[in-house]
Every structure is written in structure tokens, then in C-alpha cells.
């Protein structure tokens, strides 16, 4: 069974910086792509990053472009969301998200596979 654990939100001042892991699990293919999306409170889910295992390809919303960065560690089947800058907007829960068997362009994943529970990140002004 296809697992996703995310971890590493918490409390941070504006300015501050957090690093979100997903570490996936259940799984032998190699070819997937891992996706961040977030949500606040009476918002839509945003679409915040995103990187395809096979291609190393990298997507960033333009409201988290420059700020945020994304990583895959592929033997740990782990992903890093390093935020950077962080602004009271950015506060949501943040999910991670997998789509099996997929080597196109992380962004166009509409429906991922499988979900995590979700970590809060809250910023503080």
C-alpha cells in the first residue's frame, strides 16, 4: 500500500524559513511525480510545487517562485519543500500528493493517486 508521511510544519515568524519532507513508501516503480499542494481556511487547494522522479522536472506556483525550493531524495523516496521568506499567506496545510508511473510535466497531475494527512504551517507576522 502506497504511503505518504509528511512532516516538518510548525510555528514560524514571517521571514522564517521551514523545510517540509514526504516521505513515500509501498511502492517499487520508479517512475512517479510528487506534489505539494496547500489549503487555508475558507480558500481553494493550491498547486504550491512539484518534481517528476524520472525528469528531475520542477514546478512553483508563481506565488511561492523564488522563495520556495523542491528536492527529491530518490533511494529515500523522500521530497523536500524548503520555504524560504515565508509570509503570513503561506499559511495552510500543506499535502503531499503521488502519481504512479508518471514521467510528464509534475504540473499537469490533476488527480494524483494517493494523498498524506497533511501538515500544518502556520506564519506568524
Known amino acids: 500500500e502506497v504511503q505518504l508521511v509528511e512532516s516538518g510544519g510548525g510555528l514560524v515568524q514571517a521571514g522564517g524559513s521551514l523545510r517540509l519532507s514526504c516521505a513515500a513508501s509501498g511502492f517499487t516503480f520508479s517512475d512517479y511525480a510528487i506534489i505539494w499542494f496547500r489549503q487555508a481556511p475558507g480558500k481553494e487547494r493550491e498547486r504550491v510545487s512539484c518534481?517528476?522522479?524520472?525528469?528531475?522536472?520542477?514546478y512553483f506556483a508563481h506565488s511561492v517562485k523564488g522563495r520556495f525550493t523542491i528536492s527529491i531524495d530518490k533511494a529515500k523516496k523522500t521530497v523536500y519543500l524548503q520555504m524560504n521568506s515565508l509570509k503570513p499567506e503561506d499559511t495552510a496545510v500543506y499535502y503531499c500528493?503521488?502519481?504512479?508511473?508518471?514521467?510528464?510535466?509534475?504540473?499537469?497531475?490533476?488527480?494524483?493517486?494517493?494523498w498524506g494527512r497533511g501538515t500544518q504551517v502556520t506564519v506568524s507576522a
Open positions: 500528493a503521488i502519481e504512479e508511473l508518471f514521467n510528464g510535466p509534475c504540473e499537469e497531475v490533476s488527480m494524483p493517486d494517493y
Open positions: 518534481i517528476t522522479s524520472g525528469t528531475d522536472r520542477t
